[in-house]
């Protein structure tokens, strides 16, 4: 009950923040939430405390860190005393024997693998949990007050985080990804949920499931996260289901953004601050800090997702960062001979030629090569190799790029629970 309680008064606390409607606004609050930060949060982490100076932290200062530094300077970042060793040990014992209490000293320990397949942990406590549910409620999913919704979560494996959502506002069923399709499905028809959360890939396997009659699900809102969603994704789902369909900037180091009624992606600035390394004037590598941790905290943490900033205001009239798009990963980005093609430009690409496929795949396997699977209609199979054929050639010709061979099949390598990402570049050794 203590969560529940935790919960509401974290989300009255958000209703209750001011209009930031100016960026002169969100700037003064997240100075003074930086300075609260500072002190009340910094202060315990010993890798941190050394920076903050007659309690006053520079953000300047402070060295920016990926990944591999979180991890490596784990025991001295967090604030909880926990070792990796430890921490390690509670999440792998928890995501093996699928007994989803990984917790220490109350800490909830989640294990992440990403997309580069490297281990990460992270912690969250009580509070931190409650404050995501309560930013999900009040960002994504609006309560009913007269009516308690359903949510099926399609996830890959349960973190406690996640299974904290449910109250007499909400139901919440969770869906391992790991088990077989079919059996996912007849589950999903039996629950009837009102609102449907899931990665695009799986998301895009019950819209075919619906169109193939399949299942029969009315959800009145599909929430997209975890994955990159795809223009031609969002316009297939968008077809066969007739729901409200909000997009999440979430990962394993925090819920970054959602996007409004008009279909832009708004950065979550009141909770974290944004830097930005550019690559060009208009892509960029986000660099967040982020006030609402505390076991763990995130600051100055580079994510290698690639984004691209909104130039104009959104129409929604909020001033919080917009993005025209969310570009992918860095892995996702295929180079040849030192350039970079961004999957976004091939999808869109495809997307405007053909639609005839189920799915497909291409990854690059090699500096020159590339594999393309494509899943379709055997008839028209041949006819569909052609179409990627001339869309890639001619991508690569205005790139002045040569001599990319390329291996086609008839089918996608799809495993069930991983992240199933359109065009991917496998790291071959660089
Ligand atoms: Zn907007």
Request: proline letters at 3%.
């Given at each position: 009950?203590?969560?529940?309680?935790?919960?509401?008064?974290?989300w009255l606390k958000?209703?209750?923040?001011?209009?930031?409607?100016?960026?002169?606004?969100i700037?003064?609050h997240?100075?003074k939430?930086?300075?609260?930060?500072?002190?009340?949060?910094?202060?315990?982490?010993?890798?941190?405390?050394?920076?903050?100076k007659n309690?006053?932290?520079d953000?300047?200062?402070?060295?920016?860190?990926?990944?591999s530094?979180?991890?490596s300077?784990?025991?001295?970042?967090n604030?909880?005393?926990?070792l990796?060793?430890?921490?390690l040990?509670?999440?792998i014992?928890a995501?093996?024997?699928?007994?989803f209490?990984?917790?220490?000293?109350?800490?909830?320990?989640?294990?992440?693998?990403?997309t580069?397949?490297?281990?990460?942990?992270?912690?969250?406590?009580?509070d931190?949990?409650?404050i995501?549910v309560?930013?999900?409620?009040?960002?994504?999913?609006?309560?009913?007050?007269?009516?308690?919704?359903?949510?099926?979560f399609?996830?890959?494996?349960?973190?406690?985080?996640?299974s904290?959502?449910?109250?007499?506002?909400?139901?919440?069923?969770?869906?391992?990804?790991?088990?077989p399709?079919?059996?996912?499905?007849?589950e999903l028809?039996?629950y009837?949920?009102?609102i449907?959360a899931?990665q695009?890939?799986?998301?895009t396997?019950?819209a075919?499931?619906?169109?193939?009659q399949i299942?029969?699900?009315?959800?009145i809102?599909?929430?997209?996260?975890?994955?990159?969603?795809?223009?031609s994704?969002?316009?297939?789902?968008k077809?066969?289901?007739?729901?409200?369909?909000?997009?999440v900037?979430q990962?394993t180091?925090?819920?970054?953004?959602?996007s409004?009624?008009?279909?832009?992606?708004?950065?979550?600035?009141?909770?974290?601050?944004f830097?930005?390394?550019?690559?060009?004037?208009?892509?960029?590598?986000?660099?967040?800090?982020?006030?609402s941790?505390?076991?763990?905290?995130?600051?100055?943490?580079?994510?290698?997702?690639?984004?691209?900033i909104?130039?104009?205001a959104?129409?929604?009239?909020?001033?919080?960062?917009a993005?025209?798009?969310?570009?992918?990963?860095d892995?996702?980005?295929?180079i040849?001979?030192?350039?970079?093609i961004?999957?976004d430009?091939?999808?869109r690409?495809?997307?405007?030629q053909?639609?005839?496929?189920?799915?497909?795949s291409?990854?690059q396997?090699?500096?020159?090569?590339?594999?393309?699977?494509?899943e379709?209609?055997?008839?028209?199979?041949?006819?569909?190799?052609?179409?990627?054929?001339?869309?890639?050639?001619?991508?690569?010709e205005?790139f002045?790029?040569?001599?990319?061979?390329?291996?086609?099949?008839?089918?996608?390598d799809?495993?069930?629970?991983?992240?199933?990402?359109?065009i991917?570049?496998?790291?071959?050794g660089?």
């Amino acid at each position: 009950m203590r969560f529940k309680f935790k919960i509401i008064f974290y989300w009255l606390k958000i209703l209750a923040l001011p209009r930031f409607d100016s960026r002169e606004k969100i700037e003064r609050h997240q100075a003074k939430q930086l300075k609260k930060f500072a002190r009340n949060v910094l202060t315990k982490s010993a890798y941190y405390k050394l920076f903050i100076k007659n309690g006053e932290l520079d953000l300047t200062d402070l060295p920016m860190i990926s990944k591999s530094e979180f991890m490596s300077s784990f025991n001295e970042i967090n604030t909880q005393g926990i070792l990796l060793e430890e921490a390690l040990h509670v999440a792998i014992e928890a995501e093996n024997s699928r007994d989803f209490k990984s917790e220490i000293n109350g800490i909830t320990v989640g294990l992440s693998t990403g997309t580069s397949g490297k281990r990460a942990v992270f912690l969250a406590s009580e509070d931190e949990r409650a404050i995501w549910v309560a930013l999900v409620m009040s960002r994504v999913i609006k309560p009913k007050i007269f009516k308690r919704q359903k949510i099926a979560f399609f996830l890959r494996s349960n973190s406690n985080l996640y299974s904290s959502v449910e109250s007499s506002l909400f139901e919440f069923k969770y869906f391992d990804i790991f088990k077989p399709m079919s059996e996912l499905l007849q589950e999903l028809n039996e629950y009837q949920p009102d609102i449907l959360a899931s990665q695009p890939s799986i998301l895009t396997d019950i819209a075919e499931a619906q169109k193939k009659q399949i299942v029969h699900i009315q959800p009145i809102q599909i929430i997209s996260f975890a994955e990159v969603l795809h223009e031609s994704d969002k316009t297939e789902l968008k077809k066969i289901f007739d729901s409200k369909l909000s997009e999440v900037y979430q990962c394993t180091e925090g819920f970054l953004g959602v996007s409004c009624a008009y279909g832009t992606m708004h950065l979550n600035e009141d909770f974290i601050h944004f830097d930005k390394e550019w690559i060009d004037d208009e892509l960029f590598y986000p660099i967040i800090t982020d006030f609402s941790r505390h076991s763990q905290p995130v600051v100055k943490y580079k994510l290698n997702d690639i984004l691209q900033i909104k130039k104009e205001a959104c129409l929604c009239g909020s001033k919080f960062m917009a993005l025209e798009k969310i570009i992918g990963r860095d892995d996702d980005v295929l180079i040849f001979s030192g350039k970079k093609i961004y999957p976004d430009l091939i999808s869109r690409r495809i997307a405007l030629q053909t639609n005839s496929f189920n799915k497909y795949s291409i990854t690059q396997v090699g500096p020159m090569e590339l594999q393309i699977g494509i899943e379709c209609d055997p008839a028209i199979y041949d006819s569909l190799i052609k179409v990627f054929q001339n869309v890639l050639v001619t991508l690569f010709e205005e790139f002045e790029i040569s001599g990319v061979h390329y291996d086609f099949q008839n089918k996608v390598d799809y495993t069930t629970g991983s992240k199933l990402r359109k065009i991917k570049r496998f790291n071959y050794g660089n």
